[in-house]
């Protein structure tokens, strides 16, 4: 059903992970035969269970921000990157599909604590998440049904997800697997950042490295700063290292909605332009400014239990 809505919270309940799962199904089926279907659907009912504490000798994701709802997004984003670059007439090779899909579902697995690790929360893996992911998926393949060759193609999309990894240290087989690792490494960022209440998670995303021990966040508000300026580097990487994949989102809002705008970007753009006139605002504190979801109240009460 096409629509002329300007809001990615407009065409799916970013909260309703089965409406989310519904759509990537929706489109993956377009352009793959849906008994092929029957992979990702496993991976994703385990990958679930893994985040809500029913999966076998780990606990329940404790991160607020690397949480299920933001693998969630990226597996959105990854899906309706894949839908643009097949409507250009590239058609990805649907085990490599299967893949991309797979490997955003894996990418922050590393957070998930095991049963014997009861310190803290598993933000205290961030400096290391990425190995951690992969080390999940080889650790449990046969239970994902994973080959060693998938192993080693999901492994390598994984890796494009960290922000200071070079992709010309890995070695992709291919070139279409190169675009797959560059979609999964533009579709963590497209996910993140365009959530409506992205900077309400932010305060989350401060108490995740400030547990992690990363410096430069003494404050709730070093997090925004540091985000204002790591936008420059996050849009090199957008366009240099991943060669604007991100287009392809163009493609899938237009052929699909009858939308002839990047949303994504859109919406980043508008939370950017928000930080900005929190930074250029000094007369009330920018918390004030921080009003969408139950966000702040929701970090109030994290904040007591981690100082209590």
């Given at each position: 059903m096409k629509t002329r809505t300007k809001n990615l919270s407009n065409l799916v309940d970013a909260r309703n992970t089965r409406a989310v799962f519904s759509t990537v199904r929706e489109i993956f089926i377009s352009h793959y035969n849906e008994?092929?279907?029957?992979?990702?659907?496993?991976?994703?009912?385990?990958?679930?269970?893994?985040?809500?504490?029913?999966?076998?000798?780990?606990n329940a994701c404790n991160t607020r921000y690397h949480d299920l709802f933001h693998t969630m997004d990226v597996l959105l984003a990854s899906a309706r990157l894949l839908d643009g670059y097949n409507y250009t007439g590239?058609?990805?090779?649907?085990?490599?599909?299967?893949?991309?899909?797979?490997?955003?579902?894996?990418?922050?697995?590393?957070?998930?604590?095991?049963?014997?690790?009861?310190?803290?929360?598993?933000?205290?893996?961030t400096a290391n998440?990425?190995?951690?992911?992969?080390?999940?998926?080889?650790?449990?393949?046969?239970?994902f049904s994973v080959?060693?060759?998938?192993?080693?193609?999901?492994?390598?999309?994984?890796?494009?997800?960290?922000?200071?990894?070079?992709?010309?240290?890995?070695?992709?087989?291919?070139?279409?697997?190169?675009?797959?690792?560059?979609?999964l490494g533009?579709?963590?960022?497209?996910?993140?950042?365009s959530d409506r209440e992205y900077?309400?998670?932010?305060?989350?995303?401060?108490?995740?490295?400030?547990?992690?021990?990363?410096?430069?966040?003494?404050?709730?508000?070093?997090i925004i700063k540091s985000t204002w300026k790591l936008y420059e580097t996050i849009k090199k990487r957008l366009n240099n290292s991943f060669s604007k994949v991100y287009v392809y989102a163009e493609y899938h809002f237009t052929k699909r909605y009858d939308i002839f705008n990047n949303l994504y970007m859109e919406s980043i753009e508008r939370n950017i332009a928000y930080i900005e006139k929190i930074m250029n605002d000094t007369t009330t504190n920018f918390r004030h400014?921080?009003?969408r979801g139950k966000i702040l109240d929701d970090h109030k009460i994290l904040s007591l239990q981690t100082t209590g």
């Open positions: 008994k092929d279907f029957k992979e990702l659907k496993d991976s994703y009912k385990k990958i679930k269970a893994l985040f809500t504490g029913k999966y076998t000798g780990y590239a058609k990805m090779d649907v085990g490599l599909a299967l893949n991309l899909l797979r490997a955003s579902l894996f990418h922050d697995t590393g957070y998930i604590q095991e049963k014997w690790d009861s310190d803290g929360t598993g933000a205290k893996y998440h990425i190995g951690r992911s992969i080390a999940f998926l080889m650790k449990n393949m046969n239970n080959s060693r060759e998938d192993l080693d193609a999901i492994s390598k999309m994984i890796r494009c997800t960290e922000i200071k990894t070079s992709l010309n240290t890995i070695p992709f087989s291919s070139e279409e697997e190169k675009t797959a690792g560059m979609i533009s579709a963590d960022i497209l996910g993140q950042m900077l309400e998670k932010l305060l989350f995303l401060y108490n995740e490295m400030k547990e992690a021990g990363l410096p430069g966040y003494s404050t709730e508000f070093d400014k921080l009003k």
